[in-house]
């Protein structure tokens, strides 16, 4: 596979923090792999105890719709920080499993919320391969044999370069 991450010619096998260590054990910092769990780092020791305690308990790992303590608490968790009039009135979003559902739902919401159809998107960006995803990715090679993707969607440069 033709791929970025093959470019680096290394097998990474370790994470800590913000660290990670090749097949050779050489460390090097990690700025690709902070996108979903991966905010909070590599094997974070509070996210390595909480997942340890939750499997230990004998709960539901794998529950998809029903109703479960962890989803209860995980559900009102975001009400509860809300001002008791917004939080009567908002809703939760169960987006799905994949960061392309994540995307999906937030140009359904947008385009909802604001009555507007065009979406901006940056150049270099990556949403995902489904066809609204993919219609917002910045890559154009990724896009340039599917046909019929989300129309009004205008590519512009990131602001700063890094």
Same mark, same amino acid.
């Given at each position: 596979?033709?791929?970025?991450?093959?470019?680096?010619? $290394?097998?990474?096998?370790?994470?800590?923090?913000?660290?990670?260590?090749?097949?050779?054990?050489?460390?090097?910092?990690?700025?690709?792999?902070?996108?979903?769990?991966?905010?909070?780092?590599?094997?974070?020791?509070y996210?390595?105890?909480?997942? #340890?305690?939750?499997?230990?308990?004998?709960?539901?790992?794998q529950?998809?719709?029903?109703t479960?303590?962890?989803?209860?608490?995980?559900?009102?968790?975001?009400?509860?920080?809300?001002?008791?009039?917004?939080?009567?009135?908002?809703? #939760?979003?169960?987006?799905?499993?994949?960061?392309?559902?994540?995307?999906?739902?937030?140009?359904?919401?947008?385009?909802?919320?604001?009555?507007r159809?065009?979406?901006?998107?940056f150049?270099?960006?990556?949403?995902?391969?489904?066809?609204g995803?993919?219609?917002?990715?910045?890559?154009?090679?990724?896009?340039?044999?599917?046909?019929?993707?989300?129309?009004?969607?205008?590519?512009?440069?990131?602001?700063? $370069?890094?």
């Amino acid at each position: 596979m033709r791929t970025y991450p093959n470019a680096l010619g $290394r097998v990474f096998v370790k994470g800590r923090g913000a660290h990670v260590a090749d097949s050779d054990g050489k460390e090097c910092l990690d700025c690709l792999s902070r996108a979903g769990t991966l905010a909070l780092s590599h094997n974070h020791p509070y996210v390595c105890d909480r997942v #340890i305690e939750y499997l230990q308990s004998d709960q539901l790992l794998q529950a998809l719709d029903l109703t479960t303590p962890a989803k209860s608490c995980f559900i009102e968790a975001p009400f509860d920080a809300l001002p008791e009039t917004f939080a009567q009135q908002a809703r #939760i979003q169960f987006c799905g499993p994949s960061g392309s559902d994540a995307t999906e739902a937030v140009v359904k919401l947008m385009k909802t919320a604001t009555g507007r159809r065009s979406v901006l998107a940056f150049h270099g960006g990556y949403h995902g391969m489904t066809a609204g995803a993919l219609a917002l990715t910045g890559n154009l090679n990724a896009k340039t044999d599917v046909a019929s993707l989300m129309p009004d969607v205008h590519c512009v440069p990131l602001p700063l $370069r890094h």
